[in-house]
C-alpha cells in the first residue's frame, strides 16, 4: 500500500528534518502503512466487508476505508515502553533477549502500552516482568520512531529501587553493565543503541559508545 506523497518531500518540513529520532528508522516518512500491517487490514471492523484503499471525502490522505458502512480503518503506531534501569552504583540492567526479534542479544526491558495504563505504569510492569527489579521511572531519555514496525519506543531513565534478578522465557541472562562496558556488539535494537547512547551523553558524557553498524 502506498501513500500518495513523501513527506520526507515536503518541503516546510526541511527545517525541521526528521527530528532527532529520525536516527533510529530507515525509511522514508509518508510512504503509508507498511506492508506487513497492511496485510492485516483485510475487513472492516464493524460490518466485515472487505476494505478498499483510496481517496475519502474529507480526509488529507488515502486511507481504508469500508465501501458499505463508511467505517475508516485508521492505521497509527503502537507506543513501546521501555527503560533504562540504573542502580545506586551506576550501572545499567540490561538482559538477554530469549524471543525473537533479537533473541540472544542484550536490550532494555519494555513492551507494548496496555490500553487500561499509564505510561510510568507501563514502565514499572515491563520492567519487573522481564528483570525482577522495582524501577522508579524519572526522566524520559528519548523517544523514537521506527516507521518500519510502526511502533514508537519510548525510553525512560529508570532508578532501580529494589528487587531480585529473576529469568524468564523473555530474558535468558540479566547483569548490569558499568556504563564503560556497555556489551556494544551485542545490542538487539537500533532504539537500544540510541536509548543508551542518549542516557550516556546526559548522564556520563565521559564515555563515548562504539560504533555499531548496522546491517538490517
Ligand atoms: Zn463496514
Not at 524471543?99 to 510510568?120: C, K, M, S, Y
Not at 515491563?126 to 523514537?144: F, K, N
Request: with cysteine; aromatic share 8%.
Amino acid at each position: 500500500m502506498e501513500g500518495d506523497r513523501n513527506l520526507a518531500n515536503e518541503p516546510f518540513l526541511d527545517v525541521f528534518g526528521r527530528g532527532p529520532d529520525a536516527r533510529s528508522t530507515n525509511i522514508p516518512s509518508g510512504g503509508g502503512v507498511p506492508p506487513w500491517l497492511a496485510a492485516t487490514l483485510n475487513y472492516c471492523s464493524r460490518c466485515g466487508t472487505e476494505l478498499t484503499f483510496g481517496e475519502i471525502e474529507g480526509e488529507d490522505r488515502q486511507r481504508l476505508g469500508c465501501p458499505s458502512c463508511g467505517h475508516i480503518a485508521y492505521v497509527n503506531p503502537r507506543l513501546v515502553v521501555t527503560t533504562i534501569p540504573v542502580t545506586d552504583d551506576g550501572r545499567i540492567v540490561l538482559l538477554r533477549r530469549g524471543i525473537e526479534p533479537g533473541r540472544g542479544l542484550w536490550a532494555q526491558p519494555g513492551g507494548f502500552l496496555e490500553v487500561d495504563e499509564t505510561v510510568t505504569e507501563a514502565a514499572v510492569r515491563e520492567t519487573l516482568e522481564e528483570t525482577g527489579l522495582i524501577v522508579e521511572p524519572g526522566e524520559i531519555v528519548g523517544l523514537y520512531s521506527r516507521l518500519e514496525a510502526a511502533v514508537v519506543v519510548l525510553a525512560f531513565e529508570g532508578r532501580v529501587l529494589r528487587g531480585d534478578y529473576r529469568l524468564n522465557p523473555e530474558a535468558l541472562e540479566i547483569q548490569a553493565f558499568r556504563p564503560d562496558a556497555i556489551p556494544w556488539k551485542g545490542i538487539a535494537f537500533k532504539t537500544t543503541y540510541w536509548a543508551l547512547r542518549d542516557w550516556l551523553n546526559r548522564r556520563r558524557p565521559d564515555i563515548h559508545p562504539a560504533d555499531r553498524h548496522w546491517d538490517e
